[in-house]
T-cell receptor, first 112, second 112 residues
Framework: DAGVIQSPRHEVTEMGQEVTLRCKPISGHDYLFWYRQTMMRGLELLIYFNNNVPIDDSGMPEDRFSAKMPNASFSTLKIQPSEPRDSAVYFC??????????FGSGTRLTVV | RKEVEQDPGPFNVPEGATVAFNCTYSNSASQSFFWYRQDCRKEPKLLMS???SGNEDGRFTAQLNRASQYISLLIRDSKLSDSATYLCAVRGGSSNTGKLIFGQGTTLQVKP
């Protein structure tokens, strides 16, 4: 089992640029979650999907953030335009039904 | 008030010590509870679920107190390798919600 796979591992971009983060969940898992982690705010849930359908996006900070899950094996989180305050580690996680999550290794985003 | 709260620590203990962390939650209808471990610059990893009757896994014991709305994690005979941040996670009040709310984490440093 390859686990949850995220790419890229690190991303440095200039303010105003578009950023796309990618996630491949564990095969067979029916839930996918996007979290953001910062020192100040900890782990915050941004959005989650069940069977590829967005269920709760109340954590998405603003319209600059969007997420898609076109199929069971792929999801993207896009930030357009990016701002320095978006700098954080973004984690994707998946789970089977309502069990514990398995997290990916995260994408460390720096917006300068 | 945050939905899930933890004492950030750090807890500095000598090897072999017993240490306990508490985590309080605000939603009395919460359904599921977990402890995660996060090493520096790594993703959170599931340590153990927390069951109503309490449960043990080797040196680790987790307990749930619904009346007072807290969960606890006890680590006996601490090892240097136990040094990490421990995050509690609580699943929301509706039986249909998949999302976990995480505490800020408690940092443990075990010293020789």
């Amino acid at each position: 089992d390859a686990g949850v796979i995220q790419s890229p591992r690190h991303e440095v971009t200039e303010m105003g640029q578009e950023v796309t983060l990618r996630c491949k969940p564990i095969s067979g898992h029916d839930y996918l979650f996007w979290y953001r982690q910062t020192m100040m705010r900890g782990l915050e849930l941004l959005i989650y999907f069940n069977n590829n359908v967005p269920i709760d996006d109340s954590g998405m900070p603003e319209d600059r953030f969007s997420a898609k899950m076109p199929n069971a094996s792929f999801s993207t989180l896009k930030i357009q335009p990016s701002e320095p305050r978006d700098s954080a580690v973004y984690f994707c996680a998946s789970s089977l039904h309502l069990g514990g999550y398995t997290f990916g290794s995260g994408t460390r985003l720096t917006v300068v | 008030r945050k939905e899930v709260e933890q004492d950030p620590g750090p807890f500095n203990v000598p090897e072999g010590a017993t240490v306990a962390f508490n985590c309080t939650y605000s939603n009395s209808a919460s359904q599921s509870f977990f402890w995660y471990r996060q090493d520096c610059r790594k993703e959170p990893k599931l340590l153990m679920s927390v069951y109503s009757s309490g449960n043990e896994d080797g040196r680790f014991t987790a307990q749930l107190n619904r009346a007072s709305q807290y969960i606890s994690l006890l680590i006996r005979d601490s090892k240097l390798s136990d040094s990490a941040t421990y995050l509690c996670a609580v699943r929301g009040g509706s039986s249909n919600t998949g999302k976990l709310i995480f505490g800020q984490g408690t940092t443990l440093q075990v010293k020789p």
